[in-house]
Each structure stands twice: as structure tokens, then as C-alpha cells.
């Protein structure tokens, strides 16, 4: 496929066969989950439109994730509109508008059916299914992948053909007035996987980011299966501590044997995910504090102490400081939200912390 020049700049090389170089994008960092659940009222959700800046893209976004967190889907959709009116190329906007039309459909075709439309409980996973995995390796994908790209479109080349013709073509970065069938023919092809992913996540929105499956594993996450996840295992997920559903903060998945893929990408959001009193259990934007790396310290050469008393910390204390340093900087900065819904985080309360050592 042969793109303009101008075209080629805006979406950048390819690195190597295979191996999909990332485009930059509007993105927000996400404040993540906090461990103490902190649902917003009405009243709090009323002060906090009124708070927000007229040009705050991302704090209607994050609004706009609390109303729809707390199933009020339509001033969820108007907060998201206002972000996207502010910043048109916000992802993350772009992702969560998506989900509220899913939401508000489903509650659509419910109302002809006769069932409730009200909000209430809705049946969450506790494990993370194969199509939020999906969704984890495509927003994880680096410039540094060492294998071929593996994966495929749903919808084949209906969906393709569909995102020439209404994305590709109209784009006044692409200026070829007169494409010729060879073209839209290369871009179609299934040997072009690489090219396709690439200009879905620049140019699409989030209804092309779904039809992508990535079946190969990025980097990041063969690195944590491998030598991050074992020590956590072995240090966090014990009798007492992060294993069981009783577990106090959180529990983790796959302890006393090898997870599964399910529980490792479980583990991996959850440990993305939560934070404790403000501090991310995962810091991609400074991972030498990352709790996840200052729990497994000793005590005295913590910033940040293991909450409780000193054998309620982790017991596994041999393990390589740079091969988690290393992988907690290899992960994509700042991190993407995912898009994963109806999944029930795996919290309890924590015991109070002894906070930052003196």
C-alpha cells in the first residue's frame, strides 16, 4: 500500500517485520482504582460539573466515568460529549462513549422486552475474559516487540473495506484523490496486519479498536508472566496475605501452582489498577515507587512500608531489583484505560499503613 508521504510521517515506520510501531496519541493518564470504595452522590457529582473548567477535556471524561460507573448512562453520555466537543482525538473519551451507547442499546432492547431497565446489580467476572485480554495486548503493544504480530479483524474485509472507505479515504492526510484497486487491495490483505492495526488505533475510534484481536503476546506481558507475577506469587499471594477471596486489600489468582492466562492478566490489571493512599501499586511514571517494588524491600530500605506489622509483609525477599524496575518502565506511559467493564476488582479493606519511613 502506497501512502503519501505526508501520510507515512503522520503514522510513522515500521521498526521490523512484524512489529507494530506505536502511534502517538491524545491520551490521559487514569487515576486508577483506589482500594476504599468511594461511590459519588448526587450532590458530589452536581459540585464537581460546576467545579470543572469549561476546557477540561479529561475532567469530563473522568466525570463522565463515575456517572456511568454508577449506572447513569445518559449524563455520562453528555459529560463524554463535552470532552470529545474540548478534544475531538481523546481516546480514552472516544473509548467510554462507546461503552455508554453499548450500555444505553442493551437497556434499549431490554425496555421492548419488558425487563427493568433500572440500574441495579449486573452480573461482573471475576476473572478477566479472553476479549479483555485482547484489549490489554493491543494498549500494551511497544516499539521494542521481539516476535511477528499475531492476530486478526473481526468482520474480515467487511471491516476493513468499511474503514477504507470511510476513514482511510476521507483523512486529508491521505492525498491520493484517485486510489487505485491495488491499493485498497494491499491494504485488505491478511499480510497486512501490522499496517492495519496501526492505522486503526491512529485514525479509528474506539468501535475499530474492538474488532481487534491480538493472538501473540506483547513483551511486557511474557515479562511479567515469566519473572514478575512468579515472585509476586510467591511473596503476596500466601495463607494470610493476598491469597483467598478473604484476602485483606486484595487477593491475587493462580497462587500454589502456575496461573492460567485468565488469572495472569487478572493479576496484571489488578496490580495496574489499585492504589493505595495515593500511592499506585504500579508507577510507570516513576517505578522505583511503585508499592509493588517498595513492598518487596526491606522494611528499612523502604520509602513506602508494607501496611501492618512487619510478617504481614511479603516473605519472599530473593528477586532481581532491575528485572522489576525494568519492566515496570517498559510498560506504556500513560496508561491506557482499557476499556474493561462488568469486572468486580478483588478488594477488601486494608489495615491501616504505616506510611512513608521517616
Not at 473481526?154 to 487505485?180: A, H, S
Request: aromatic share 8%.
Amino acid at each position: 500500500m502506497n501512502l503519501s508521504p505526508r501520510y507515512q510521517a503522520k503514522c510513522g515506520p515500521l521498526v521490523a517485520v512484524g512489529v507494530l510501531a506505536l502511534v502517538c496519541g491524545a491520551m490521559a493518564f487514569g487515576t486508577g482504582v483506589t482500594v476504599a470504595a468511594n461511590p459519588a452522590g448526587q450532590q458530589q457529582i452536581a459540585a464537581q460539573e460546576r467545579a470543572l473548567s469549561p476546557k477540561d477535556a479529561i475532567g469530563h471524561e473522568k466525570l463522565a466515568r463515575e456517572l456511568y460507573d454508577n449506572g447513569r448512562y445518559q449524563q455520562a453520555l453528555r459529560q463524554v460529549k463535552i470532552s470529545l466537543k474540548i478534544n475531538p482525538a481523546y481516546q480514552d473519551a472516544q473509548l467510554l462513549k462507546s461503552l455508554i451507547l453499548s450500555k444505553l442499546a442493551g437497556q434499549k432492547k431490554k425496555s421492548t422486552t419488558g425487563v427493568s431497565t433500572q440500574p441495579g446489580k449486573k452480573k461482573l467476572h471475576t476473572l478477566l475474559t479472553i476479549d479483555d485480554i485482547y484489549k490489554i495486548r493491543l494498549w500494551e503493544l511497544s516499539r521494542q516487540e521481539s516476535g511477528p504480530l499475531e492476530g486478526e479483524i473481526v468482520g474480515g474485509q467487511k471491516t476493513l473495506l468499511k474503514f477504507w472507505r470511510r476513514v482511510i479515504l476521507p483523512d486529508p492526510d491521505y492525498q491520493n484523490p484517485f486510489p487505485t484497486r491495488r491499493q485498497r487491495e494491499g491494504f485488505i490483505s491478511p499480510n497486512n496486519f501490522v499496517q492495519q492495526v496501526r492505522l486503526m488505533l491512529r485514525l479509528g475510534q474506539a468501535k475499530y479498536w474492538y474488532k481487534i484481536q491480538i493472538r501473540s503476546e506483547p513483551q511486557v506481558m511474557q515479562t511479567f508472566r515469566q519473572t514478575v507475577e512468579p515472585v509476586v506469587l510467591q511473596s503476596c499471594a500466601t495463607v494470610g496475605c493476598h491469597r483467598g477471596q478473604g484476602a485483606p486489600g486484595f487477593h491475587l489468582f493462580g497462587s500454589g501452582g502456575r496461573a492460567n492466562l485468565r488469572q495472569t492478566y487478572t493479576n496484571f490489571y489488578v496490580l495496574s489498577k489499585l492504589t493505595y493512599k495515593g500511592h499506585k501499586l504500579i508507577n510507570r511514571g516513576n517505578p522505583s515507587l511503585s508499592l509493588l517494588y517498595q513492598y518487596l524491600l526491606p522494611r528499612d530500605d523502604a520509602a513506602y512500608r508494607h501496611p501492618g506489622k512487619p510478617q504481614r509483609g511479603p516473605r519472599y525477599r530473593v528477586f532481581n531489583h532491575k528485572a522489576i524496575i525494568g519492566w515496570i518502565e517498559s510498560l506504556r506511559f500513560p496508561a491506557h484505560r482499557y476499556g474493561i467493564t462488568d469486572f468486580r476488582m478483588p478488594v477488601n479493606p486494608l489495615p491501616a499503613a504505616s506510611g512513608r519511613k521517616k
